[in-house]
Every structure is written in structure tokens, then in C-alpha cells.
Nanobody, 124 residues
């Protein structure tokens, strides 16, 4: 599986960005997808995950109500809509994937495939 993340950039606090992750190489609709991020000097942390059907999602408490994860299995893509952005959301955002026959989304997935990351910078 190859993952390509895009959509990062510089935005003012309160603004919005939409990240995209295009997947290729394996049946996308059987992959659980996630977004994780790593801020400078910090460990990588979970942001959101979505089950292969799209019916189940999971969010970190810090982004609940502001971020929305979605997927389009026909286009082999997963998205992260980020609204009401805060300076503390500044990080490199990674999309990740794992195959699992169970249709669920956990904040503790062990992902097998990773994209290259896209930088999100939120100015105050």
C-alpha cells in the first residue's frame, strides 16, 4: 500500500484546512485508515481513525467537534476536515493504514502503512 498525503499549509487560528490521503496498491475498502500527527519536540499522537466501511470513527479528545474524518472508497481516498484550527494543531500530519477484517476504528491501531506526512502550521 502506498499512501500520499496532501493539503497541508499555513492557516490562521480559527481557519480551516482539508487534508487528503490517496492510497494505491491494495484493496482500499478493506483498510482501516487513520490520521496521526507529530508536533516539533513531541511524540506522534493519534488524531482520528475510520473503519473500512466508514461507519465507525474515532477521534482524539483534543480534536473532537473540530475535525472530521471521512473516506471515499470509490476514489481510494481518506480526508481530514479540520475546522477552528488552533496553534497547538501545528504538526506534521500522517495518514496511515492497516488491513483488518473487523470494521472498527480505534485510537490504538498498529498501522502497517504510512504516508510521507504533510505540514500544517497554524499561526496565532
Amino acid at each position: 500500500v502506498q499512501l500520499q498525503a496532501s493539503g497541508g499549509g499555513l492557516v490562521q487560528a480559527g481557519g480551516s484546512l482539508r487534508l487528503s490521503c490517496a492510497a494505491s496498491g491494495r484493496t482500499f475498502s478493506s483498510l482501516i485508515m487513520g490520521w496521526l500527527r507529530q508536533a516539533p519536540g513531541k511524540e506522534r499522537e493519534f488524531v482520528a481513525a475510520i473503519s473500512w466501511s466508514g461507519r465507525r470513527t474515532n477521534y482524539a479528545d483534543s480534536v473532537k467537534g473540530r475535525f472530521t474524518i471521512s473516506r471515499d472508497n470509490a476514489k481510494n481516498a481518506v480526508f481530514l476536515q479540520m475546522n477552528s484550527l488552533k496553534p497547538e494543531d501545528t504538526a506534521i500530519y500522517y495518514c496511515a493504514a492497516v488491513f483488518d477484517y473487523r470494521d472498527y476504528a480505534s485510537d490504538k491501531m498498529n498501522y502497517d502503512y504510512w504516508g510521507q506526512g504533510t505540514l500544517v502550521t497554524v499561526s496565532s
